[in-house]
């Protein structure tokens, strides 16, 4: 087939287009609700903390940005996914005849709060924010407004001017949505995208919600005279993470062959149902290389309740693995973020890990508890069984974070009844509760153990 020269180049322009259509409707579409508030007062909806300052909540309508200092700060009680939507409303809104100072913001999002005026652009911190202001307008009676988005400091901060030859209606309700994933960030106004930033290496999930003027204490201010309302936060309907970990046990350790010993290899079964309730979970069968099950928790903060349980196989090699798949790498269906992680063991003290972890809901998150104290939360709970090689401190059967006379009665009295195989008392993992248990127990009460939970 041959064509002429005008009609290849409209067939190539026809090509770029439907590309770039392709390209710019690339964004996942999130609908599963995780955070909605009408705006319409202070009162928290889902457990966050509301702080008006210079604003005005108008009944049926919403929060009226009323001067220049006017911010309505939301605190959420969780971090957000590093995918998702944002949507909200604004009426009475014009950054024509309401465009009073250079750079005036309506709307931002960003990881941590900062008062030291611009030091949160030097730091880890992820935002994006809508900004208006005299600068946005190609002339008298229109104006628009820039998109700013920084996934990790100002360094990689991009912008786009978006609408500078618009003019508004006061007596429009105006619908914006951003997108924001771990590749670009986009802006929309009444469903036409208008701008597609790039927004890679965000390490920070969102947390603060500014509406009105911004983050910075001598920062910038608010355009006065909008109304928000209907805010609404979006993330991915089938959301995962996933995490490969390896822990010691104490009690199991073996230094002559460097690995944990088996309470199949002393001739007892383990359990095909895994003894923690708050992750039931039967397997059709157990392998031989596979120490005890395992409690697997991520939590947001070092102090607050978990989100998301798994019971899981603990390897002779130190390794969890999760018996639905047998693979070492585990998944929860939550919201990527960043979590601390929890070991738990029915007679070993719980472990805590010493940061957070990054789950981006791609890649594997990894933390090895094995390789030092530095890894214990607050420097406790564990101990060094060999040379370089740490373990979770055994002698608490009773779960309750200590090692200490409760546990002595729960082996006490497994010893007296002459318990054997899979029980809490056998701390050293040969099948019977003897006077070898009572030494591990002795030794860590005589150190006043402790879990590394606070």
Same mark, same amino acid.
């Given at each position: 087939?041959?064509?002429?020269?005008?009609?290849?180049?409209?067939?190539?322009?026809?090509?770029?287009?439907?590309?770039?259509?392709?390209?710019?409707?690339?964004?996942? !579409?999130?609908?599963?609700?995780?955070?909605?508030?009408?705006?319409?007062?202070?009162?928290?909806?889902?457990?966050?903390?509301?702080?008006?300052?210079?604003?005005?909540?108008?009944?049926?309508?919403?929060?009226?940005?009323?001067?220049?200092?006017?911010?309505?700060?939301?605190?959420?009680?969780?971090?957000?996914?590093?995918?998702?939507?944002?949507?909200?409303?604004?009426?009475?809104?014009?950054?024509?005849?309401?465009?009073?100072?250079?750079?005036?913001?309506?709307?931002?999002?960003?990881?941590?709060?900062?008062?030291?005026?611009?030091?949160?652009?030097?730091?880890?911190?992820?935002?994006?924010?809508?900004?208006?202001?005299?600068?946005?307008?190609? $002339?008298?009676?229109?104006?628009?407004?820039?998109?700013?988005?920084?996934?990790?400091?100002? $360094?990689?901060?991009?912008?786009?001017?978006?609408?500078?030859?618009?003019?508004?209606?006061?007596?429009?309700?105006?619908?914006?949505?951003?997108?924001?994933?771990?590749?670009?960030?986009?802006?929309?106004?009444?469903?036409?995208?208008?701008?597609?930033?790039?927004?890679?290496?965000?390490?920070?999930?969102?947390?603060?919600?500014?509406?009105?003027?911004?983050?910075?204490?001598?920062?910038?201010?608010?355009?006065?005279?909008?109304?928000? @309302?209907?805010?609404?936060?979006? $993330?991915?309907?089938?959301?995962?993470?996933?995490?490969?970990?390896?822990?010691?046990?104490?009690?199991?350790?073996?230094?002559?062959?460097?690995?944990?010993?088996?309470?199949? @290899?002393?001739?007892?079964?383990?359990?095909?149902?895994?003894?923690?309730?708050?992750?039931?979970?039967?397997?059709?069968?157990?392998?031989?290389?596979?120490?005890?099950?395992?409690?697997?928790?991520?939590?947001?903060?070092?102090?607050?309740?978990? !989100?998301?349980?798994?019971?899981?196989?603990?390897?002779?090699?130190?390794?969890?693995?999760?018996?639905?798949?047998?693979?070492?790498?585990?998944?929860?269906?939550?919201?990527?973020?960043?979590?601390?992680?929890?070991?738990?063991?029915?007679?070993?003290?719980?472990?805590?890990?010493?940061?957070?972890?990054?789950?981006?809901?791609?890649?594997?998150?990894?933390?090895?508890?094995?390789?030092?104290?530095?890894?214990?939360?607050?420097?406790?709970?564990?101990?060094?069984?060999?040379?370089?090689?740490?373990?979770?401190?055994?002698?608490?059967?009773?779960?309750? $974070?200590?090692?200490?006379?409760?546990?002595?009665?729960?082996?006490?009295?497994?010893?007296?009844?002459?318990?054997?195989?899979?029980?809490?008392?056998?701390?050293?993992?040969?099948?019977?509760?003897?006077?070898?248990?009572?030494?591990?127990?002795?030794?860590?009460?005589?150190?006043?153990?402790?879990?590394?939970?606070?």
């Amino acid at each position: 087939m041959i064509f002429h020269a005008t009609g290849q180049k409209s067939a190539v322009l026809m090509l770029f287009s439907l590309l770039a259509a392709a390209l710019a409707n690339a964004q996942p !579409v999130h609908t599963r609700l995780i955070y909605s508030h009408s705006l319409l007062n202070a009162t928290p909806t889902a457990g966050e903390s509301i702080v008006n300052l210079d604003g005005t909540f108008i009944a049926g309508k919403g929060w009226k940005s009323t001067i220049g200092n006017s911010q309505l700060t939301i605190t959420l009680p969780y971090t957000l996914p590093f995918e998702g939507t944002a949507i909200f409303n604004v009426t009475n809104f014009d950054p024509v005849s309401q465009n009073i100072s250079t750079k005036q913001h309506i709307f931002n999002l960003y990881s941590r709060i900062y008062y030291n005026n611009k030091d949160v652009f030097y730091t880890d911190a992820s935002w994006w924010n809508i900004r208006t202001g005299t600068e946005y307008s190609t $002339g008298p009676g229109v104006a628009g407004f820039k998109f700013l988005a920084a996934p990790r400091g100002v $360094g990689v901060r991009k912008e786009q001017r978006c609408l500078e030859s618009n003019t508004w209606d006061l007596n429009r309700t105006y619908e914006f949505k951003i997108i924001w994933t771990r590749t670009y960030a986009y802006c929309y106004l009444d469903g036409v995208l208008l701008s597609r930033l790039a927004f890679s290496g965000q390490v920070e999930p969102f947390k603060y919600i500014l509406i009105g003027r911004d983050n910075l204490y001598y920062g910038y201010t608010a355009q006065p005279g909008v109304i928000f @309302s209907n805010l609404r936060i979006y $993330g991915r309907q089938n959301p995962v993470i996933h995490f490969t970990g390896k822990a010691n046990l104490q009690g199991a350790y073996q230094t002559s062959t460097h690995t944990m010993r088996t309470l199949q @290899s002393a001739g007892y079964a383990l359990p095909l149902q895994s003894p923690y309730a708050q992750a039931p979970h039967t397997a059709a069968s157990i392998p031989a290389n596979i120490v005890d099950w395992v409690l697997l928790s991520v939590r947001p903060s070092a102090t607050s309740a978990a !989100v998301a349980w798994r019971s899981l196989w603990l390897r002779q090699d130190g390794r969890l693995i999760d018996p639905q798949s047998g693979s070492e790498t585990c998944t929860w269906p939550i919201d990527s973020g960043r979590f601390y992680v929890v070991l738990q063991h029915r007679n070993h003290l719980a472990a805590l890990s010493s940061d957070t972890l990054l789950f981006d809901g791609i890649n594997p998150s990894t933390w090895d508890f094995t390789t030092g104290l530095d890894k214990f939360y607050n420097s406790r709970g564990a101990l060094q069984v060999e040379t370089g090689v740490w373990a979770l401190q055994v002698g608490d059967p009773n779960g309750d $974070g200590y090692v200490n006379n409760g546990d002595f009665t729960i082996w006490q009295t497994a010893c007296r009844s002459g318990q054997s195989g899979y029980c809490t008392g056998d701390l050293d993992f040969d099948g019977h509760c003897i006077v070898r248990d009572y030494v591990l127990w002795y030794n860590n009460a005589f150190l006043a153990a402790r879990s590394s939970l606070p």
